[in-house]
């Protein structure tokens, strides 16, 4: 059975070993201590892959925490010709503490019909749901498709829409989103909108990854080791 190695283990060999051992041993040792902490990919919801994101707001599909950095989202809601069944997406996340959420971008937003002046609607809500019927207690809504906001911006910086409103009733908020857990919706009643949403979340404060805390300390300990040898 093979055994498993620890960052403890990588540590112990490092230390007391690295006299011993030649520099290229050494780096690839602590590269396997970085590794685990620095691979950590970006969270995405495809629905050709994932399926469809949920219809309901009180039972929202559940993405989880985000990653630090981009979140990418892509589907397929509202309804084919204005007439057939409407496809609501909605989804539940986590902005994990020491992040913001600073960014809702729009990578692409297209219309079945091939029509270019569709206004989307979505929402925003603190919490594990968004009640459908009544915007009132949503932290935002706004409209959102093509063209510009009248605010000055485009329709691709969708927190900055949400920032400036809310319209239609709702809460509102300043600024990048902090840590929590949020209920987002989107939906078009005239026609189907393929999109693709990146939500991109900051440290707060950045600060070193703990694979580079451990790798400095680790440097630390080896120098401190020659130099006593010598
Ligand atoms: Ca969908
Ligand atoms: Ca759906």
């Not at 580079?212 to 080791?225: D, Q, Y």
Request: glycine share 14%; net charge negative; with cysteine.
């Amino acid at each position: 059975m093979r055994k498993t190695v620890s960052p403890v283990d990588i540590i112990y060999n490092v230390y007391y070993n690295c006299n011993n051992m030649p520099v290229s041993r050494i780096l690839a040792l602590l590269a396997a201590l970085v590794l685990p902490f620095g691979t950590a990919q970006a969270l995405t919801w495809d629905e050709v892959l994932n399926g469809d994101l949920s219809d309901s707001g009180s039972a929202p599909t559940l993405l989880g925490t985000l990653a630090s950095g981009d979140n990418m989202i892509s589907g397929t809601m509202g309804s084919l010709g204005g007439t057939g069944p409407m496809d609501a997406d909605v989804w539940n996340f986590t902005v994990a503490p020491g992040y913001d959420l600073t960014g809702i971008n729009l990578l692409s937003y297209s219309a079945t019909s091939g029509k270019t002046n569709n206004q989307s609607f979505m929402a925003i809500a603190n919490g594990g749901s968004i009640n459908m019927g009544d915007p009132s207690n949503h932290l935002s809504n706004s409209l959102w498709g093509y063209g510009t906001d009248g605010f000055g911006n485009t329709y691709t910086d969708l927190l900055a829409l949400l920032d400036a409103g809310p319209e239609f009733g709702g809460i509102g908020f300043n600024g990048p989103l902090p840590p929590g857990n949020y209920t987002f919706w989107i939906q078009e009643g005239s026609d189907q909108i393929h999109y693709g949403i990146d939500f991109v979340t900051s440290p707060t404060t950045p600060v070193p990854e703990p694979g580079g805390v451990l790798l400095l300390g680790v440097a630390g300990l080896w120098l401190l080791g020659r130099r006593r040898q010598r």
